[in-house]
């Protein structure tokens, strides 16, 4: 008798060890261990794209400027790209809102060295620049969890683009004026993004930007100048 209730408390401490363990380490035996701090707030294992990030961005974009002239007995069109270096940053937050999709807000600041020069535009001796400025972004993105690190992701928004117009002659002064004007518009894109570890990641993606343009209607010939930009960035972050 004395044996079998030995047997029976080994018997019983054997079977209680790994429920210790799970409560004690959070580990789960489904054939691959996760710490209590790779998996979230559900149970599934941790993406590791939810929370708060900051990153800085740098890429190439084509920002193309489109001229439309339109009359009663014809019409014209004169379509200008120019590429530049595009860089910056984005703030943003990230939720994991079940096992395999992610939703988040952001928000951007970013420069552009793409710049357009002519010369004898208006006058014998000037030249007319104009460069894509600042720009601003605020949207939203959803995106599909490949693997617990590696997200695909849509995003889409709004944007606010300055554009610097500058003319320069060295022999008439009063040509050498400069001014810079901001346009409102819309961004959509997409991408690919991959956590290094718990609070880094890289990223690339693609990004579609259309700006509000100027519009002149004289009753008979309507002229219009509108802007767009096409980007491919790379972005690395921190997860906070």
């Given at each position: 008798m004395r044996k079998i209730y030995l047997l029976a408390l080994v018997a019983a401490?054997?079977?209680?060890?790994?429920?210790?363990?799970?409560?004690?380490?959070?580990?789960?035996?489904?054939?691959?261990?996760?710490?209590?701090?790779?998996?979230?707030s559900r149970g599934n294992p941790a993406s590791q794209v939810s929370g708060l990030r900051v990153e800085p961005r740098i890429g190439y974009e084509r920002v193309?400027?489109?001229?439309?002239?339109?009359?009663?007995t014809d019409?014209?069109?004169?379509?200008?790209?120019?590429?530049?270096?595009?860089?910056g940053g984005e703030v943003?937050?990230?939720?994991?809102?079940?096992?395999?999709?992610?939703?988040?807000?952001?928000?951007?600041?970013?420069?552009?060295?793409?710049?357009?020069c002519e010369n004898d535009i208006v006058s014998v001796g000037d030249r007319t620049c104009i460069a894509?400025?600042?720009?601003?972004?605020?949207?939203?993105?959803?995106?599909?969890?490949?693997?617990?690190?590696?997200?695909?992701?849509?995003?889409?928004?709004?944007?606010?683009?300055?554009?610097?117009?500058?003319?320069?002659?060295?022999?008439?002064?009063e040509n050498n004026v400069a001014g810079s004007d901001s346009l409102s518009g819309f961004h959509a894109g997409a991408g690919i993004q991959t956590a290094f570890s718990?609070?880094?990641?890289?990223?690339?993606?693609y990004v579609y930007t259309d700006y509000n343009g100027y519009e002149a209607n004289d009753g008979t010939t309507k002229t219009s100048l509108d802007f767009s930009r096409h980007q491919a960035i790379a972005g690395f972050g921190v997860r906070f």
């Open positions: 401490g054997t079977a209680a060890t790994p429920v210790v363990a799970q409560s004690s380490d959070g580990r789960t035996y489904d054939g691959r261990a996760y710490d209590r701090f790779d998996r979230d193309i400027s489109e001229l439309n002239v339109d009359t009663a019409s014209a069109n004169v379509r200008v790209g120019k590429s530049g270096v595009t860089y943003g937050y990230d939720a994991q809102v079940n096992v395999s999709a992610v939703l988040g807000v952001y928000a951007g600041l970013e420069g552009s060295s793409a710049k357009e894509a400025n600042r720009n601003i972004a605020v949207g939203a993105r959803g995106g599909y969890l490949l693997s617990p690190t590696t997200l695909l992701y849509v995003k889409g928004g709004f944007s606010s683009g300055r554009l610097r117009l500058s003319n320069r002659n060295a022999t008439v002064e718990s609070r880094f990641y890289g990223k690339l993606e």
